[in-house]
T-cell receptor, first 115, second 113 residues
């Protein structure tokens, strides 16, 4: 079955540590996205990529970094510069380089906590 | 400022009744609006999309309306079941033609047996 796989499901970060969240899709989608979800808040866009080797900052990119070396993969690194990283992180993809009105397909998220 | 408003209070209804969830928006002119379902600890799942020139869309027990004058979408689940209990998110394109939807906070629906 096609879909998006995020790993790990739970992740703990120590002070000063960078951690990387994995997102892999086998939907052959061009566009991929990272969102952050906090309790009682809507999804906030961190980074997105319409095509391999290209990505753009979203609304809350500070303290995060991404890469898009392969169409299937869009890893997110939460750096030590992100002072409040505790949240539920969601990866999504859409077909057609993100043509308007395409539904987003989501993974099942990674919950990141501070040790 | 631009806002998408969904009722932050949970909606509690009895099994078999129709659930109606509301999504209001201000200072947007969306070309489309989407509805998603999210279960605890899972990612959202797409349910329905409705375009600005469509008044109503149906899919099985689901119905969505879109009133661009009122700047409101209503999401209905008829003959609701406990399995329909989840959080429902609306999302719209923040400016006509943008491909990245902006999401509301979602409304929790609890269907009691």
């Amino acid at each position: 079955d096609g879909g998006i796989t995020q790993s790990p499901k739970y992740l703990f970060r120590k002070e000063g540590q960078n951690v990387t969240l994995s997102c892999e899709q086998n939907l052959n989608h061009d566009a991929m996205y990272w969102y952050r979800q906090d309790p009682g808040q809507g999804l906030r866009l961190i980074y997105y990529s319409q095509i391999v080797n290209d990505f753009q900052k979203g609304d809350i990119a500070e303290g995060y970094s991404v890469s898009r070396e392969k169409k299937e993969s869009f890893p997110l690194t939460v750096t030590s510069a992100q002072k409040n990283p505790t949240a539920f992180y969601l990866c999504a993809s859409t077909g057609g380089q993100g043509i308007s009105n395409q539904p987003q397909h989501f993974g099942d998220g990674t919950r990141l906590s501070i040790l | 400022s631009q806002k998408i408003e969904q009722n932050s209070e949970a909606l509690n209804i009895q099994e078999g009744k129709t659930a109606t969830l509301t999504c209001n928006y201000t200072n947007y002119s969306p070309a489309y609006l989407q509805w998603y379902r999210q279960d605890p600890g899972r990612g959202p799942v797409f349910l329905l999309l409705i375009r600005e020139n469509e008044k109503e869309k149906r899919k099985e027990r689901l119905k969505v309306t879109f009133d661009t004058t009122l700047k409101q979408s209503l999401f209905h689940i008829t003959a609701s079941q406990p399995a329909d209990s989840a959080t429902y998110l609306c999302a719209l394109d923040p400016s006509g033609g943008s491909y990245i939807p902006t999401f509301g906070r979602g409304t929790s629906l609890i269907v009691h047996p």
